[in-house]
């Protein structure tokens, strides 16, 4: 049974950071994408930043709004995949969600993903 369990939300003044980790068990595929969206009250869910995790390492991809200040990285043998945000700003308040799908292709499209943690909120004050 695949589990992703996201961590790190909380609030902060705009221009502050935060990390969000998401571990993830019972995940077995040998190439995937691990992603990170989010979603404001009243609004549709936002493709955030995505990695492609594969033998040969990651490669990743932003969404224009975040690209420059947040980060997204791997750690296999923890299982887990991060996102770190810098100089946040009170637009980018929103429930964050960590979520999963095997192989290639759509990585910010919130539909193509099959697994999905519960979710971490993250709030900026301006």
């Known amino acids: 049974q695949v589990q992703l369990v996201e961590s790190g939300g909380g609030s902060v003044q705009a221009g502050g950071s935060l990390r969000l980790s998401c571990a993830a068990s019972g995940y077995t595929y040998s190439s995937n994408y691990m992603a990170w969206f989010r979603q404001a009250p009243g609004k549709e869910r936002e493709g955030v930043a995505a990695i492609y995790i594969y033998a040969g390492g990651g490669s990743t991809v932003y969404a224009d709004s975040v690209k420059g200040r947040f980060t997204i990285s791997q750690d296999n043998a923890r299982n887990t995949v991060y996102l770190e945000m810098n100089s946040l700003k009170p637009e980018d308040t929103a429930m964050y969600y960590c979520?999963?799908?095997?192989?290639?292709?759509?990585?910010?499209?919130?539909?193509?993903?099959?697994?999905w943690g519960q979710g971490t909120q993250v709030t900026v004050s301006s």
């Open positions: 979520a999963a799908k095997p192989g290639q292709g759509w990585p910010l499209l919130a539909d193509k993903y099959r697994y």
